[in-house]
């Protein structure tokens, strides 16, 4: 029997019109492959079948059958490839997908952690901002006081200075009260009488030099 | 101590520190009646500065005339430290040798000195009683 491969021009007939049914069977490739001009086609398809019954003998049914069946199983083979790379791909594309969800959720987690460091930085500024505040407002206080202590400071030197006059006035005064009395004119006198004295001696000493 | 007699000793101490001030002054001038009596009015103006140690001293004001005085009375105990380092070497000193005699002039010149401040301190400030 015939055994049409995947492709027409494989023919394992020896017969007297292999030539014509090679060149039926080439061009019907070429029209199959260029996938065009369907009509064109199925004439040459039942050229070649009506040349193949014709050359074998065997009823252009039966020849159909066959090649409806090489072409099932051609077919079939190529659609079993496309569902086996499907099959492939689907996994592949799930892998991908679920490594895309994966990559979504730590980006999504990211995403919150980026956004919770914002938040605690931005709270860590804004308490940064107020203790610059509160020191500044230190700072401000610190300088009054620092005002203040200076007019203080003034007024305690004043105010000692002040003291210190009223010590020496008080002292003074009580000088002058003490004057007044018996024993300050006899102190005073036995000074001057001493004094006197010293004089004489002084001058006793210099002149027998 | 009886304050009286502390004035007293304090007295008779400081009238030793102006015959020694006589002394050295006129040793400085040389000899003559005119030095003589400079010498002494001269001992005797020192004498009153250092008596009157505790109100210059004390007085807080800072106008010139205080502070000027302040200033002559620190020369003034220089001069009398000097004076009485003389006065005491050869008057009192005298027979006394080498750095033994110098020892005690200084010992002596330091008390004579201290005595009007401290004749000062008892005349004028209240709180040494």
């Given at each position: 029997m ?15 019109n ?7 069977a ?10 065009i ?5 199925k004439k040459?398809l039942?050229?070649?079948?009506s ?7 065997t ?7 066959f ?29 991908l997908?679920?490594l895309?969800?994966k ?6 987690q ?8 914002r ?7 804004n308490?940064?901002e ?7 407002n ?6 009054e ?7 203080v ?17 008080f ?8 004057k ?17 004295i ?9 002149l027998?030099? | 101590?009886?304050?009286?007699l ?10 030793w ?5 006589v002394y ?11 030095q003589?009596?400079?010498s002494?009015?001269?001992?005797l103006?020192?004498?009153g500065?250092l008596?009157?140690t505790?109100?210059?001293i ?7 005339i ?5 200033v ?5 105990i220089?001069?009398d430290?000097f ?5 005491n070497?050869?008057?009192i ?5 080498g750095t033994q005699?110098?020892?005690l ?5 330091l ?5 009007p ?13």
């Amino acid at each position: 029997m015939i055994k049409l491969a995947v492709s027409f021009p494989i023919l394992e007939y020896k017969g007297s019109n292999v030539a014509d049914i090679n060149k039926l069977a080439t061009s019907l490739t070429t029209l199959m492959r260029k996938k065009i001009n369907r009509f064109k086609m199925k004439k040459r398809l039942d050229s070649l079948i009506s040349l193949i019954s014709k050359e074998t003998k065997t009823d252009k049914s039966i020849i159909y059958h066959f090649i409806i069946t090489d072409l099932k199983g051609i077919y079939q083979d190529k659609i079993d490839i496309h569902k086996t790379k499907l099959k492939t791909l689907k996994n592949e594309f799930e892998q991908l997908n679920s490594l895309e969800k994966k990559y979504a959720n730590e980006i999504t987690q990211l995403v919150n952690d980026n956004e919770k460091i914002r938040n605690e930085s931005n709270r860590k500024l804004n308490e940064i901002e107020s203790k610059k505040n509160e020191l500044t407002n230190i700072n401000e206080k610190l300088k009054e006081i620092s005002q203040k202590l200076s007019e203080v400071k003034k007024e305690n030197e004043l105010a000692e200075k002040d003291y210190k006059k009223k010590e020496y006035d008080f002292m003074m005064s009580k000088h002058k009260s003490q004057k007044k009395t018996s024993k300050y004119k006899f102190n005073s006198l036995f000074l001057i009488a001493c004094t006197i004295i010293g004089i004489i001696i002084v001058l006793i000493i210099i002149l027998n030099k | 101590m009886n304050r009286s007699l502390l004035i007293i000793l304090l007295g008779v101490v400081t009238i030793w520190d102006t015959v020694t001030t006589v002394y050295g002054t006129y040793t400085i001038f040389g000899e003559g009646t005119i030095q003589l009596v400079v010498s002494i009015g001269f001992a005797l103006l020192l004498a009153g500065f250092l008596i009157r140690t505790i109100p210059i001293i004390k007085n807080p004001s800072e106008e010139l005339i205080p502070v000027g005085t302040k200033v002559l009375w620190f020369l003034a105990i220089l001069y009398d430290l000097f004076t009485s380092f003389t006065g005491n070497m050869d008057l009192i000193l005298g027979n006394a040798t080498g750095t033994q005699k110098v020892v005690l002039a200084i010992g002596l010149t330091l008390f004579v000195c201290s005595a009007p401040i401290g004749l000062s301190k008892l005349f004028f400030d209240p709180d040494s009683e």
